[in-house]
Structure formats: structure tokens, C-alpha cells
């Protein structure tokens, strides 16, 4: 029985524009629908058992995960061929792992990945020189011989007018006899294998991909004057690998893990979709990391973003913080949220870094965005400080006011801070300054306190309408 591939016709080139010859091609043609199967191989194919398949997918934070791909294979005695189709484009080849888990012996001989996909040109390329079946809109029938071919014609050698070029656009569909040795219609892995017997067996594909990523983003609705808050976290699961994961089991690790230098692969452009799905990640240790496991199989498709809850917790205690540090604004006074991340505020679960987006209810009801922070990955008993912008009502003015060298290796710098607070409030705004090297604060109108080797700050209670100015004075030894 004779098998034949059915090319659709792709259409002409516009009009003035020039052909190009099959050797100047980019490659970048679009694929056309092929109607074929793949021919037999040289050795006996172990076959899938329908059913017997299972998707496990673990998602590290810079693009990568690791695949678990499990299949129920009949593999015959003696020597096969055993295929797992349908795995990532964005593979790592050579971190491809087969194992057995029915308890027989299997050799694997060699493994291979195949990723010459069918697509018009490559079927054609191969068939140069080869017979072809042409037939046109106008259900003329042309067989021969293929002999060149671009975007916008066929040539061939009829077997009864010779030779002919015939018009891409006049041509309904081409005819090829099966398809070429090598070409597949998905990304295949494929394993040579030596089995002492016949029988079922689950066998297992691990591998790396990269085009895999995850991030997590929070939701904290604050109340009014910032004292207690409520907290939603998503978990963001970006899949741009190349393959879809039925079913599959998925994992999510935070921490970044160490890996050998690797070559840059591309990225496939994505036109992403995003859905949510109702359960809730579990998180438990790893080493140094920690895992974040889904309780329930989903579906993470190519192309997709796929977000899952990974935390909800109200009445979480705040406190709202109002600090001023010319290092990083000096134009403003800033305002944080921050809380503890304990089992005694509602929390206490380590928190993957990612953006934390806070919102506060107006009069009418609506939520209003207040700002947005980028917090690290967080451990359990630890603060979680999140900054909001700049405090509105409170002016700020910093300048300095002496500097003089006491010796050639001794500097002394004096400094105001004003603060003006037009809030109907008092608050408390801490003032954030550093110094480097052999320092030492020498006077100042509020108590001064070291937080590190470079940094010190004071605690400055700014009354409604009162302006209160803070001097201090710095010496430093170089």
C-alpha cells in the first residue's frame, strides 16, 4: 500500500514581488497541513498504552523547569525503537534521562530528539529529484519528476509534456509519496533500546527546558491609617516551552539555584492567555529552597500563564512607617507598610520574592492603588517592608551647613533636616543618613542611633504645623 503525503498550495507572491530560488530561501516559510503518518522504522516501534501517561513539572525562577514525563510503553523483546512525541521545543537534549520503573532490565542503546518538523519546503526539499503528483485548480493532473521549486512556482519533469513550470497559485494540492525519513510532525524524543523480554512497562523522560518561569504577585488591601491589613498572593506560572502538560502535576521552587554556564536559546514569540485556578499551593522545604506543590493535577498549556493561589490572610497587624533618606529621595518623605511574616500575625509561611500591590478602600467603597514594591524572597519570622511613595503632606528640606578639614586626614560636615507636617496627625518620621570608612556622629538635637557600619538614623516626632529641624554633625577619618 502506498502512502501519500497531500501538500496544501501555498499562494503566490504578490505581485512585483521577485521569487526567490529554493538556495536563497531564510528557512522561515510558513508550515503547511500535511495528511500523512510517519513511515515504519528499521526496528520493531514500542508502542504508548493509551491512558498510561503522566506529567510531572517543577518551575525554577529563571527560566527553567524540569519535566517528568511518565509513559506506559509495550516494548517487544530484543532491540526497539521507543518514542515520546509531543515534548518541549525549548528542550536541553542533553539532560534527556530515561529510566525504567517496572523493575526490568532495559539498555539504552542511544537516544536522539528530533525536531525536523514537516513543513512544505522541507517536504519538498526532499523530494527534489524525486516523483511528484501535481494537481491544479483546474483538476489537470501533472506527474513526474520535481526538479525546482520557490515561492512562487514548481518545476517538473512530466512524463508526457516534459518539462513544466506550473504556477503556485494554479496548484490545488501536490502528492508525494509518504513522508521522508526524519521529518516529524512534533518534537520527538526517540531511544534505541534492548529489552530481554516483551512486555508492558512504565518508563520515565526527565528532562530540562528552558521558556518556563514563575513569579508571585500580592494583593494587600490596607486600612485606613495602615494598622492592619489583608494579603492575597498568586503564583504566575509562565509556560513558553514549546509543549502543553495535560494533566500534570506541577511544583514551584523558590531560591536561585546554581547552574554551569549555558549558550543563550531563543525565545519563542508567546501571545499569552491567563487563567486562575481555585486551589491553593502547599509549601514545604527543599535543601536550601522551598517547594510550593499544587494538590491537584491541572493543565499548563503552551503559551499560557497560569496563576494559583499561594496565600490569603486577613486581620495581618501593620504598622505604617514614614522614613526619610536622601540616598535614595531627596526630594521626599517616603511611606511603607511593613508587618511580620509570623504564625502569630496571621502569616508564617516563607514568602517567594515578587511584587506586592497596595490598595486602600475610598469613601464609596472602590479600591484605590496606593503603590507597589518588589520584596525579596521572605523567611517565616522575618518583616516584610513594603514601599508605598511619597508622604503628600509632609515637606522635606535637607542642607549642609559646615564643612571644614581639621587635619589633612579628618573631615567634619554639618547638616539640617527640616520637617514640615501638614497632616492632621503627628507622626513619626525617621531620618536615614550614611558614612563611610572611620565615623562618628559628634552632636545632634535628637538621639542618634547606628543601625550598621555605614548607616545611622534618628527618630524625628513631627507635631501638625510645627516645622522641627534636626542638626547633627559628622566627622569622618579617612
Not at 503525503?5 to 503566490?12: F, H, N, Q, R, T
Not at 539640617?416 to 507636617?421: H, Q, S, Y
Not at 497632616?423 to 556622629?441: K, L, P, Q
Amino acid at each position: 500500500m502506498i502512502l501519500f503525503a497531500v501538500l496544501s498550495a501555498l499562494p503566490a507572491l504578490p505581485a512585483g514581488a521577485e521569487a526567490q530560488p529554493r538556495e536563497a530561501r531564510s528557512g522561515k516559510s510558513k508550515p503547511t497541513d500535511v495528511v500523512a503518518v510517519s513511515t515504519a522504522s528499521e526496528l520493531p516501534a514500542a508502542t504508548e498504552v493509551a491512558g498510561g501517561r503522566e506529567i510531572g513539572v517543577t518551575v525554577y525562577n529563571d527560566n527553567l523547569g524540569v519535566v517528568k514525563d511518565r509513559r506506559r510503553i509495550a516494548v517487544p523483546g530484543g532491540a526497539s525503537e521507543v518514542r515520546f512525541p509531543g515534548v518541549a521545543s525549548m528542550i536541553d537534549p542533553t539532560s534527556v534521562h530515561l529510566r525504567p520503573l517496572g523493575g526490568r532490565d532495559l539498555d539504552v542503546i542511544w537516544q536522539d530528539y528530533r525536531f525536523d518538523l514537516l513543513n512544505t519546503d522541507k517536504l519538498l526539499d526532499r523530494y527534489l529529484e524525486q516523483p511528484v503528483e501535481v494537481s491544479t485548480k483546474d483538476d489537470q493532473v501533472r506527474k513526474g519528476t520535481l526538479l525546482s521549486y520557490d515561492a512562487g512556482s514548481l518545476v517538473i519533469r512530466d512524463n508526457s509534456a516534459g518539462i513544466v513550470i506550473l504556477n503556485r497559485a494554479e496548484v490545488r494540492q501536490i502528492a508525494l509519496k509518504d513522508v521522508p525519513k526524519g521529518l516529524t510532525s512534533r518534537p520527538t524524543l526517540v531511544w534505541r533500546v534492548q529489552s530481554p523480554s516483551s512486555g508492558e512497562q512504565p518508563l520515565e523522560a526527565t528532562y530540562l527546558t528552558s521558556g518556563m518561569n514563575w513569579h508571585a504577585e500580592y494583593v494587600a488591601q490596607v486600612e485606613p491609617g495602615g494598622a492592619s491589613l489583608a494579603l492575597q498572593g498568586w503564583a504566575s506560572v509562565e509556560n513558553r516551552s514549546g509543549a502543553t502538560y495535560e494533566d500534570a502535576k506541577i511544583k514551584l521552587v523558590a531560591g536561585t539555584i546554581h547552574r554551569a554556564n549555558q549558550p543563550p536559546g531563543p525565545i519563542p514569540f508567546a501571545t499569552m492567555a491567563m487563567e486562575r485556578g481555585a486551589a491553593k499551593l502547599e509549601e514545604r522545604p527543599l535543601s536550601e529552597y522551598h517547594v510550593y506543590e499544587l494538590p491537584v493535577a491541572t493543565t499548563l498549556a503552551n503559551d499560557d500563564v497560569k496563576q494559583i493561589g499561594l496565600l490569603e490572610a486577613a486581620g495581618v497587624k501593620a504598622t505604617r512607617k514614614f522614613t526619610y533618606d536622601p540616598s535614595k529621595d531627596a526630594e521626599h518623605v517616603m511611606v511603607s507598610e511593613e508587618f511580620e511574616n509570623a504564625s502569630s500575625n496571621q502569616l508564617g509561611q516563607p514568602l517567594p520574592g515578587g511584587v506586592v500591590r497596595v490598595f486602600q478602600r475610598d469613601k464609596d467603597g472602590s479600591l484605590e492603588l496606593l503603590g507597589e514594591d518588589r520584596i525579596d524572597h521572605t523567611a517565616k519570622n522575618e518583616t516584610v517592608r513594603v514601599a508605598v511613595g511619597g508622604a503628600f503632606d509632609i515637606g522635606v528640606e535637607r542642607k549642609q551647613t559646615d564643612l571644614k578639614q581639621v587635619t589633612p586626614r579628618v573631615n567634619e560636615t554639618a547638616f539640617e533636616v527640616t520637617l514640615r507636617n501638614h497632616r492632621a496627625e503627628a507622626v513619626d518620621v525617621t531620618v536615614v543618613d550614611h558614612a563611610y570608612g572611620d565615623w562618628e556622629v559628634l552632636d545632634s538635637t535628637i538621639p542618634v542611633k547606628k543601625k550598621d557600619a555605614t548607616t545611622f538614623e534618628f527618630l524625628v516626632h513631627c507635631t501638625p504645623e510645627k516645622p522641627v529641624t534636626l542638626s547633627y554633625r559628622l566627622r569622618t577619618r579617612s
